[in-house]
């Protein structure tokens, strides 16, 4: 099982990468752990591999705890 909790709420990979994204990814990898630490408050950082479109391959960063994201663009 790949779900995870994200702010308190449980997140299906292609959900996660909707946060971090704005817009529902045509295909999302497992989340993982990013084995860092959140720049902003220091907790668990989460990463999804998704595609937002049929020629892009993106990475996302997301923080199990606040809201900090970043992409690997
Ligand atoms: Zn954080």
């Not at 990468?17 to 045509?26: I, K």
């Not at 752990?33 to 990475?59: H, K, L, Q, R, W």
Request: aromatic content about 6%; hydrophobic content about 30%; proline content about 7%.
């Amino acid at each position: 099982m790949s779900n995870r909790v994200v702010e308190g709420r449980m997140v299906t990979p292609e959900r996660l990468a909707e946060l971090v994204e704005g817009e529902p990814p045509l295909e999302a990898e497992s989340i993982e752990d990013a084995e860092t630490a959140c720049p902003e408050c220091g907790e668990n950082v989460i990463s999804v591999g998704y595609m937002p479109s049929v020629t892009e391959f993106v990475t996302a960063y997301k923080c199990q705890e606040c809201s900090w994201s970043d992409t690997d663009r």
